[in-house]
């Protein structure tokens, strides 16, 4: 964001997850900071995550978007917006919720991102409950963010260009969501 070097100590820590470790900006709380852990395998994949993002965070409302890179006493970060509920408090992972979610208002709200996906031709690679957050609402709604895991790993990245094997990934990725989070799978497109 500017030239300054942020001083980032263990009190900003906020998770790790494989291959990344993420701390709260110090003086902005609206944004996170994630690190690779393992130097050159964590990078790509961060640099990775972030071509995808550049291209679709502007249509995917759903994700959790880039904002750039920062200079700090851990090195070179990758800025994100933090995702927050609306009251600015942290949003916490959907497996915190998991016991009080009606899955009747979740079941919509996990169409919507597949549908989303297939109408831009997106990828995800990662749809662990743990890359999903729940941001609240005010009115006792909430929306889901997705906060790590997007984006095409594949080395041939065919489901890029074949809407074929887009529908494919996605059905595998959605249905094993589906399955941890006791929703239907009724909506998946089979290609």
Known sequence: MNGKIIEISEEHFLGKGGTKRVYR?????S?????????KRALNGILR?????????????????????????????YLYQLAQNEDGSPAVEIRQHLDHLDRKSLYPKVVEIY???VKEHAVVSDLQIG?????EKSSDDYDLCLVDG???????KICDYSKYFLLKKLHRKFKRLCFKLDLPDDFLKSS
């Open 150 to 156: 997007f984006g095409n790993t594949n080395f041939i």
């Open 115 to 117: 549908d989303q996906l």
């Open 31 to 39: 944004l996170c900071i994630k690190f690779p852990k393992e130097k």
């Open 25 to 29: 900006h110090p003086n902005d709380s």
């Open 131 to 135: 890359n999903i957050f729940v941001k």
């Open 49 to 77: 995550e972030i071509k995808y993002l550049k291209k679709y965070q502007d249509r995917l409302k759903f994700l959790s978007p880039y904002l750039g890179e920062v200079q700090s006493n851990l090195g070179t970060g």
